[in-house]
């Protein structure tokens, strides 16, 4: 009977040990010398938690996914805001993309005339106007705007008074709307107009919405009120106004009696003698405070005067 007996045990222990093998599979995840083939197969399917771990030839995929959660190395105005550059005008913004040239630097040099005149407080109203269309007055109004922000402690407006052929919200990368015009027609408010543009310190006002008597609305009070509230609200900043030309126009009449100063633009080698002196005489003499040649190749062209030495006294 106990032999009988120890039989029954030994084969009631073997039972317990037959599941063995799989509890050897299980152990089999781990890597060892004599691990199988079958067997490294099974570990790595019956294991996801391995393949998560981080590996030798995985860091490179973080390093390409990094670069949007990280700074880029811009310049320090990025172009691609500023439209196309294969646009002239775009390329001829010289006081954004080419500060240092030697355009750029007759640009400086115009805005420290303005800034620190030799009698008198500096204009904090500028208007730029000009005889006849294509002179160039509004890509100059562009560059002294973007001139003026690169100071230290310049902040400056640029407002887009020639409502018939708007230009300054696209050379400045601004929207249209709402601009000007929706303020005196429509409604809207001061700060509901006020862009700012990817230049720090420089915001502009848009023409807005086009409207079928600019001149009638460029001369009502509410037009003076909102450079007199302009002035008041931001006392540390420069107003520029970009307006029509003279002999097309009569709103830089109405304009040239809300402003300080006039800077007058010619293009060099184009424009009439003869059409320049009719359009002066249109505006405020005591208000004139430059003439610019404007050269047709470049942005600017530095000049002391337009006139010859046997012009009247004043006429420069």
Partial sequence: MSDALSRKGRRLRSEQQSPAPAADSSSASRPSPSSGTSAGKRSSSSAPAADTSPKAGDKAEPSRAAPPSQPRVQPSLPVEDWGRREDTDQERLVSLFAPTSPEGKRIDILRSQLLYPFHGEPPRTIMLTSAAPREGKSLLAANLAISFARGLQQYVMVMDCH??????????????????????????????????????????IPAGSPSRRPAEILATDKMAALLQELRARYADRYIILDTPPVQAFDDPQVLARMVEGIVFVVLAGETDREEVLRALGRLPEDKLIGLVLNDPLRAVVDASHVFSSSEPEGSD
């Fill in 163 to 204: 409502l018939m052929a708007p230009d300054m919200h696209r050379l400045l990368g601004v929207p249209r709307l709402p601009g000007l015009t929706d303020f005196l027609e429509h409604g809207a408010t001061v700060p509901e107009i006020i862009h700012w543009t990817k230049v720090d310190k420089l915001s502009v």
